[in-house]
């Protein structure tokens, strides 16, 4: 494939972004490389597109990102939200359900446009809180305008949650870990890779053309969809199981090692 056809969509958080917060000027360098040949690059994260601003201004992303986990696909230049898929209705229920069977959870929903709905705090949830316009309220109050919720425990407490919630299932909508402490909640069907097909088509770009890269659960669906996958070497296991290409650690430069390598074996410029 001609680089100018090739479409990389990375994560954030444990991909590009190291635990630091600080995304590597090799990393940097290596993506302004990469589009000066013609390559398109851009991101999909489970941040809404308030909390991921920064890192896009930080890449000169002026073009569409996938946001919250694939609810929201938003143009940073246009400042405008593409496209979004609200919560079903009758999720604020759901959300009660869990607060009474994990009383110690943090729970909040958000809508893309930084509207945040705190249910039940803990300090986990401070990132929310921090960023968010954001009010403590009753399951009753929370607007039907979002396109996310999250669910946040402790790490030792999250991995028999996750499993029993997972197990349990709830009509309407899907559940992914995204971070040891965080299970999120989006509309049935939503991923980053259900709405890669989207963000092809913003782009001009056949999905086959398309690298996905990313590292936990909330990943797996963008590297399946992808033309081809890249997981880190810091991903868990079911992620580097579904990936075709294992790259270095986050903290050790991976993107710069991606490029690398696509236009040593897969560039036909």
Known sequence: MKIQDMLVVSDLDGTLVPISGRISEENRSAIRRFREAGGTFTIATGRSPIMARKYAELLEIRSPVICDNGAVIYDFEKEECLWTQQLPEGFQQTLQKLANRYPGAGIGAAAYDGSAYILCYTPLLNPIAQHFQSRECSAEEISSD?????????????????????????????????????????????????????????????????????????????????????????????????AQLILPDCEENCIAFLFEYLMEHHSSI
Do not use: W
Request: hydrophobic share 40%.
């Open 146 to 242: 979002c396109c996310k919720a999250i669910l946040m425990l402790p790490p030792k407490e999250m991995d028999s949650a996750a499993y029993e919630i997972m197990k349990a299932g709830y009509p309407d909508v899907d559940f992914v870990r995204s971070g040891q402490d965080c299970l999120e909640i989006m509309a049935k069907g939503i991923s980053k890779g259900s709405s890669l097909e989207r963000l092809t088509l913003l782009y001009g770009k056949n999905v086959q053309n398309t690298i996905g890269v990313g590292d936990h659960q909330n990943d797996l669906e963008l590297i399946r969809n992808s033309g081809f996958g890249a997981a880190m070497g810091n991903a868990l296991l079911l992620v580097k199981a579904e």
